[in-house]
Structures are given as C-alpha cells and as structure tokens.
C-alpha cells in the first residue's frame, strides 16, 4: 500500500546545522533542473525514534520535485509517498506521531563544476534535534489524524480476549511496532509497566511466528533485562522488550496480558526445572503451557 503527501518543502536556502555546508538558490535551481531530467530518485528515510540506535530505514520516494520562490524564499518542493511495504504502516504511524517530522535533505555532487551533476539523494524524517537543517517547515500529518487516532485507541475492557487477540488493525500489515514495555522490580502499576520475577529460575517465554515458519523468538525471563540494555529493535529476534515487535500483529495490552499471565502463574507455583509458556501466532490460539 502507498500513499502520498503532496507539495512538501523539502529543502530551503540556508546552511546545515553541523557540516556548515551552504545551500544556494542556485543550488536548489539546479537539482530541481537535474530531477527534471529524469537523472535521479530521491529515496525517503526515516530515522529510529530511540537514542541508542542511530540506524534509520527506507520509507518511500519523492517525486514531482520542483523548484520555486512562491513565499519568498528559494526552496525544493515535492510530494512524499510512504510505501508500506518497506516499513508498516503501524511503524510509520508511531514514528510521526511522536515527532519524527522533521526534514533533512542529503544532497550529490555539489562540488561539481556549477553544481551541474547536483542532485537531491534523499530525505530523512527525524525528531527535531536529529535533523540537520533548520527552517524548513515540519511535515503536516493532520490528514493521517484518523489513523493515528485508530492506532492508539485502546481495546474495550470488556471485549472477550479470544474475539480480539490476533485481529489485525490494518488489512496489509503484517509486522510492525506494538508497544515499549517497561521492566521494574515493583509490583505491576499499569497495563504497560510489569515486573520481572523469579528470575532464577528457568522459564521461557517461546514466541512461534507465522512469517518464517518455524521461526521463533525463545527468551528466558532471566534475559529479558539483558535484551533490553543490548536495545534490541526486532531485527534479529521476533519479541523484543525495548520494542514489542511480533509476527503477525498482536495488540500491545494483549502482549502484556500474555506476559503478567505467565509471571502470575511463576509467582504462584512450586515447579522446578524447564518449562516453556507459548503464545502461539500460527494457529491464532492464545494459551499458556507447561511442561
């Protein structure tokens, strides 16, 4: 699924904000004259929400850049279109509803003669301490309030779990951000915020997934602490602390529900020795066995 944004401000007259490198109307003319041509595409970025992690991933493209001075100022303008098949759309969601708006232009070839082989590579979206220009203008979600509403909104407390557990928000996602857990030694405060017990002992949290089959994400409670400090993002595992990352979606409160279940079922029982608590996604059932 795509879907664009139109007439952005990409990119103004001005000088970065660390590199100290100078953008000129000149400059701007000539990359809006080159994309013209046909000689380039502009890739869309977006940069981690999260300070340890300073990857960020491929979002879509621009196009129909043009050049213009219609305010005043010299600026590159184009329209932005998200291709959620290379980032969900939950993902996109959460990472522009907490700030990650903000545009940084990354430009070629600006010391070629007069500029002439200068182009736009492409645009990240950050927070607004990560960008690396200022002055150009946020980019303008208001048209995606309503699915941004949507993805927050919680699930009723009376709705039977096993009606809702695996149903899905959005008809093509089917990977994505669900939630940051917190992990404390206090009792359980909040549906997001659960503690750690009994870490001593060998118990497992075994997620199967239905992306990969037979991919599994197999953590001992023990471990969880460390998967967080290592500031695991789901690349390489398929449940993640920091970042609640399942394949398919799951909703956030009922990863939690999972989790204190089996931290419950910890606290109260004598076993000893191995045992494995399993959500299983292939089969769109929810249980929690032992052995």
Do not use: W
Request: net charge negative; proline share 2%; hydrophobic share 35%.
């Amino acid at each position: 699924m795509k879907f664009t944004i139109e007439d952005v401000q990409l990119a103004i007259k001005g000088t970065t904000k660390y590199s100290s490198q100078c953008i000129s109307e000149k400059l701007l003319a000539v990359v809006a004259g080159n994309y013209a041509k046909g000689n380039n595409i502009i890739t869309v970025r977006l940069q981690s929400l999260y300070e340890d992690d300073g990857s960020d991933s491929p979002l879509g493209e621009i196009k129909n850049l043009y050049y213009t001075e219609a305010d005043g100022r010299a600026q590159l303008r184009g329209d932005i279109i998200f291709d959620t098949d290379l980032l969900d759309i939950q993902s996109l969601l959460h990472s522009l509803a907490h700030g990650c708006v903000y545009l940084s232009p990354y430009f070629m070839n600006i010391a070629s003669l007069n500029h002439c082989f200068a182009c736009l590579s492409s645009v990240t979206l950050s927070k607004a301490e990560d960008s690396t220009f200022d002055g150009i203008e946020p980019l303008d979600i208001s048209g995606l309030n309503g699915l941004i509403n949507a993805l927050y909104k919680e699930e009723p407390a009376t709705e039977a779990l096993n009606t809702v557990l695996f149903s899905k928000k959005y008809d093509e996602a089917d990977s994505g951000f669900i939630g940051t857990i917190e992990l404390t030694d206090a009792e359980q405060k909040a549906s997001n915020v659960y503690a750690i017990l009994n870490e001593s002992k060998d118990v497992f949290i075994h997620i199967k997934t239905k992306r990969n089959i037979g991919d599994v994400a197999f953590f001992r409670l023990s471990e969880l602490n460390t998967v967080k400090r290592a500031g695991c993002r789901g690349m390489a595992c398929h449940l993640c602390v920091a970042n609640v990352n399942i394949y398919p979606n799951i909703t956030f409160n009922q990863f939690v529900k999972f989790i204190n279940d089996v931290l419950r079922d910890e606290k109260n029982t004598k076993k000893i020795g191995y045992r494995v608590y399993t959500l299983n996604i292939d089969d769109k059932k929810y249980y929690r066995g032992g052995r």
